[in-house]
Each structure stands twice: as structure tokens, then as C-alpha cells.
């Protein structure tokens, strides 16, 4: 494993985000076996693995659908897909009991050099692999639904994790073509979802107190800050928004964003009457019965963004 | 005025912003008159308002530049800019007595029908027109930098604003292929810097408490959250990301959220040794002398993602 490549790899729970992951795995040239507790979740996956792939070929994303499918093998036991593989991506229901005991058994049966990444989205890893075999050889790799389609992953260990497979890990990532980023050490939310809570705490207060609608709010995001920020962050995008850089953006702007800051800083809960008011909106936007349609839309668009992504020098 | 389309302009204040706004009225079609105070300005606008349309044919998204150009005319005085137009475009530089007396002068010379929007990004319109000629008839329409790329127009009355003027200029706005939002009653930051600022408190945080270095803050939003924020804002994405939509998605996750806000309740400004720890991050990744280039660099970026949003089906 000197090389920062996974060449072989098991993926626990083969719902959504495990099937993604199989994906990631065996576009990438990597050997992957699934498995998942359910014998229906197990018959259905290689179906909704192959329909992914096939509609990331048609958006130029892929090639050779029937080769990457080939790399994928659903197993009927946990040892089948974990013992004798340099990286399991665990992916079971986010319960901390599901969690625990699942990290437990595959403690059990993984090599010693082997990685256990967690798709965990909230539990933390200390929360359900301290009494795990090898708990040092486990840790959060959070991914972004899908990962096949959006690259992030947040890489966060537990105080016991090995702090060598850090960097092991996020080059292996970077070589399956994912974008890894290490948080570390554990916080509630992580990064990403930390970031998307403190945008959606400003964006549902403005809703609450009436000075635009959800619908222009979204525009603001869809059609302002969203374009920057689907190719560059929020230091880089400030960083090149002032003359002097970063620190001259700081100095200049420092002042109106405490003062923003300071208007909020009594958070309350969103009220079932905010939600209430929310939902109407969307409804009377999008019925419930598009929601799925919706949804394949914004597939069809996240698919074509990453195909343009890598049209596009990275500068 | 009917048929909410501004058939002739008046841009006052010639600079970055100013010259943006003139692309946006001509390369629609409308006739477009540009003052500013200083002659040099005046004297350098035209190969300024050029040079960015040759950068946007180049990246196919105009067609006929010389056609667009004829429709700008840079003029010697005010009145020669603002009488007898349909809409007046304010971009003087962002202090509140310039404010005040342009739009005290404006107001003595516009026709009892024609709208006056500002781009003032954080002064709000009571602060400055309150006492101008015709108040009523002034508003805020704060772009984005640059707005003929990035086409949010946040459209903020004062008090005494004419409320017809907002459905009109919205229409009016949209037809210019710009993306008009209606802040119903002022606030500090407005909508777009009020969410942009959740986010870089949180980020700066983060940074600050050692989680994560920026670049991998970055990455999170470049990578992440910013490709569905591309084309979705914040509502819609939380609308679709969970089964029973947006009210479904607040009730699983609002507790969450809840927490993470509870753990940002006493807002701090950013410290000089903090901005210097950035700003040390910041020039290792890209060198002073290499802002300019790199930002360059963002506006082909911006360019080909408006090309690409373009050719997508808008749902």
C-alpha cells in the first residue's frame, strides 16, 4: 500500500450511497465487492449500479460501462467483501448501534494495514469504533450524495485514528478522482454541512421575517454567489475580490460582516409554523408528485456541470 | 413605459461597474448614454466596454460586437446622460455624500417617469435620496460584480419608493437577461452579502479553531456545495434532498442545524492575527504579483459557465 492506491476494495451497505461508492471504486480500475445485511438491497444493486453508469456515459462522463461493472462482484457475506481488501467504505444505515456493530465485525476480519472509511454524515467515528478490533485503523470519509457526481469527501479521524493514513488516504482519494479534504479533528456537522448550516440559518431567518421570498433567495444563491463558487471557495473568492488580496478583503468588509453576524446571534429553532410557510411556497413552486422528476433533473444537470467542469483549464 | 422595457439608458460613474452595465442594456438592445465626472474615465470606457465583448464572443457569448458598441455613447455631462431616458443607472463610487448629491442632481433631471436604480452594494437608497428630486422614483439595483456575467440584480426600495416600480423594473430586468430579486424593505448587507456573509463567519471560524486550513475550506465549496448552488439555491437543494421535501428535510434536520447555530452565538470580528494567518495561506498558494492572472483566470471560468448553464434545460 506504499503507493497511495487502493487496488482492492470492500463496500459495506449497498443502499444509495454504497452502490455510488462501488461506482467511484470501479471507474477508477479498483476491484470492488459489495455487500449489505438485506438479500433484496444485495439483488438489486447491480441494476442500480449499471443504470448509474449508464447515464454517465450519455453525459460523456464514462466509458466502457460493461468493463467498470465487471469490477464490481455483490457478495452474500460480510468476510467476502472486507477481509483480504486495502479499503472498506462502510455505508450502513446512520444509527451509532447500526454503526457499532457493524465497524466491530469488520474489525474483526479486515488485514492489518487495512483502512475502515465511514460514510457517516453526523456520528462521529469515536462515537462507534472505540471498542472496534484495530479501532485505529478507522475513521469518518464522508461523502457528498453522490459521490460518483460530487467529489468531496471530509476525511476526520477519532483521537484514536492513525494519524498516518491521513495522508495516505487523501492521495489514494485524489487517485480515484475524488477531492478529499482533512477536518482535523471531530466537530459537530463536519465542514461541509457546518458551511451549508450557517448559509441556511441566514437564508430561513430572512424568510421568517418577510425580506424575500424563498424563491429569491434561491435566485441569489443560483444565479449570484453559486456561479463563483461552483469553481472556487469562499477564501479564494474573497482573496480575489479586493486589490491587496485576502487580507485587504478582510480588513475592508470585517466590520459590515460582524455587524451581519451580531444581528444574529440569538438563534431559535425554525417553528413548525416557518416550516409550514416554507412548504407551501415550494408546493405552489413544484407539486409533491414532481419532486422525483425534479430530482433526475438536477442529476441530468450535476452530470453535465462535471463534464463541463473538465472541459475547463484548472488555471 | 407599458411593457416593462427600458428602450434607453443613462449609466452615471463609467468605472468596472459602470461599463458592465453598459454591456448589459446594449448587448439587448438598448441605447445606452455613459457619464462620468472624470475624463479620464470617459476617455478610457470605450476600449474598456470593447475589450470585455471580445472576451465574451471569444468565449461565445455574444455575437456582433461592433453592433453592441455602436449602441454606447460616452457623453460630456450628466444631463446629456439622464434626461429623457427610460432608466438611470447610478455607479458612482460607494460613499453616501457622492451618493447624495449625484442622485439630488439626477433627480432634478430625469422625466417624471423614468426609474432611478443604484448600484450602491451596502448604503441603502433612504440613506442618500431622501432628499433628491422625484425620490419616488429611486431604488436600489445592486449587481454583482461583474454584472454582465453574473446576473443577480437585487432590487431594494426605500420607504418612499413608487411600489409599482418594483413589478416593472423586475420585468424589465429579466428582459435584459439579468436575474432580478425584490428585497421587500431594507437591510444591512441586503440578501446576497447577508448569505455570503453566514457562510465566511462560519468558514473563518473553522479556520480559526484549526479544523481545517482554507484551502481545504475551499475545496469543500468548489467541490461540494457549490456545484448544486450553481443552478439550485438553498431552499430548492434541501427541497430535494430528502423524501417528502423542503418541510420533511426541516424536521430531520433542523435540529442539527439548531445546534451548530447555538455554537456560533457570540459573533467576534476577525482578529489582525487571524486575517495574517490567512493571508500567509493565502500568498503561499498564489503570489501577490499573480492576483491579477488568477483573476483573469476566474472571469473565463465565469464566461464558459454561463456558455455551459446556457445550453442546459432549465427544468
Known sequence: ????????????????????????????????????????????????????????????????????????????????????????????????????????????????????????????????????????????????NPPHLVPLVELVPASWTDPAILPWLRAAMEALGQAPIVVKREIEGFILNRLQGALLREAWALFEEGYASAADIDLTVSHGLGLRWSFMGPFETIDLNAPGGVDDYARRLGPLYQSIAQSRSNPHPWSPELIERARLERRAALGQDELPERSAWRDRRLMALVAHRRSQPSG
Open 1 to 144: 500500500m506504499a503507493n497511495s492506491s487502493i487496488r482492492s476494495a470492500g463496500v459495506v451497505g449497498g443502499g444509495l450511497v454504497g452502490s455510488a461508492w462501488a461506482i467511484v471504486f470501479a471507474r477508477a480500475g479498483v476491484l470492488v465487492r459489495v455487500f449489505d445485511a438485506s438479500e433484496d438491497i444485495r439483488r438489486s444493486a447491480p441494476a442500480r449500479i449499471r443504470a448509474s453508469l449508464e447515464d454517465m456515459a450519455k453525459a460523456g462522463l464514462v466509458e466502457g460501462v460493461d468493463a467498470i461493472c465487471s469490477r464490481v462482484t455483490v457478495v452474500e457475506s460480510l468476510p467476502a467483501a472486507v477481509s483480504d481488501v486495502d479499503y472498506v467504505q462502510e455505508s450502513v444505515f446512520e444509527r451509532v448501534e447500526e454503526k457499532r456493530a457493524v465497524s466491530e465485525a469488520i474489525g474483526t476480519l479486515i488485514r492489518d494495514d487495512a483502512i475502515v472509511g465511514s460514510s457517516s454524515s453526523g456520528i462521529p467515528a469515536s462515537a462507534f469504533t472505540e471498542h472496534a478490533p484495530r479501532r485505529e485503523r478507522f475513521l469518518i470519509a464522508h461523502p457528498v
